[in-house]
């Protein structure tokens, strides 16, 4: 697939809003036990907060499946670095995006700045990833 | 001199975990795949593993009884710091080749920092471990190294 990529450029956004079940399954993949992904009374009675907290690294996750859906068969992602900057919800709307930053003709590579936001447009995990981009299933450059 | 580090403290900076050998499946990417709300066809039919597939990997096992009361297991690579409220924590993950089932991965763990800064509301601990994993012929498949911040 020919493609223009260039600095400036947004990856197209992704919104997700995760329930319960989804809740509850992410968690028991990973094997987390942690009361406050779960345990409603826990989470806001005991721990203070305002509903059940969603997993860090599910929003990592997110960073990851909204370039990967960009970068389609055309590249691999070779680093991310992220922050889990502020707590989310169950319940909260979140968009994933990002812009290139960077992209390297020669090389392929490029890097992408990029976001998980809440609706009230609070960045609640920002991070950059690195990718190698091979059009047309080149994966040998 | 740090205020809240001690020599003692400092001393667990190189300490390693016994390195965790697991099998890939293609139930488990699947399961992870889904949970996660992916769209591609390879990591939902298992084909392949999705990026971040490793932290279910390698996340700690252990019996109920040592669980806490919130559910959560100690990590034993960490000693007792002063502060224990954690906040944000980073993540810089390299990626070398996919994962694919089938795989027998080996991942190790080692502290490797512990530092102090001030923070606008007072001391700040920060710690490092990176975590490298390795197929059998002992090629790297990915490098993690995590960052925790206490306050």
């Known amino acids: 697939m020919t493609r223009c990529i260039e600095v400036g450029m947004m ?11 989804q809740l509850m399954l992410y968690n028991a993949a990973i094997w987390n036990g942690h ?33 990967e859906e960009w970068l389609g068969e055309d590249g691999m992602i070779t680093n991310i670095s992220y922050s889990n900057r ?3 919800y169950l319940g909260d709307r979140l968009q994933a995006g990002g812009t290139i930053t960077a992209f390297d003709t020669e090389t392929g590579n ?30 040998t450059r | 001199m740090s205020a809240i580090l001690t020599s003692d403290l400092l001393s667990n900076i190189g300490r390693q975990g016994l390195p965790k050998r697991e099998l890939v499946t293609r139930r488990d990417i699947r399961k992870y795949a889904i949970a996660t709300d992916n769209r591609q066809q390879k990591y939902l039919d298992g084909d392949i593993a999705p990026p971040m597939f490793h932290v279910a990997l390698f996340w700690d096992v252990v019996e109920l009884k040592k669980l806490t009361p919130d559910g959560v297991s100690i990590d034993s690579l960490l000693p007792r710091f002063p502060l224990e409220r954690a906040m944000a924590g980073g993540l810089d993950i390299s990626y070398y080749r996919p994962i694919k089932p089938g795989d027998w991965l080996t991942a190790s763990r080692i502290l490797t920092d512990i530092y102090e ?8 601990i920060f710690y490092e471990i990176m975590m490298d994993i390795r197929d059998d012929e002992g090629n790297l498949v990915i490098q993690e190294k995590t960052t925790r911040i206490l306050r």
Request: with cysteine.
């Open chain 1, 35 to 67: 009361r406050i992904h779960f345990d409603l009374p826990y989470a806001t009675e005991t721990e203070g907060y305002p509903g059940l907290v969603l997993a860090g690294p599910m929003l990592g996750d997110w960073l990851h499946q909204v370039v």
């Open chain 1, 110 to 139: 490029v890097t992408i700045d990029v976001y998980i936001k809440n609706d009230a447009a609070q960045i609640v995990a920002p991070g950059v990833i690195k990718a190698r981009w091979y059009p047309t299933g080149d994966s």
């Open chain 2, 117 to 124: 800064k001030l923070g606008r509301s007072g001391p700040l």
């Open chain 1, 11 to 21: 990856i197209p956004s992704r919104d997700y809003c995760p329930d319960e079940v």
């Open chain 1, 86 to 88: 502020g707590a989310s």
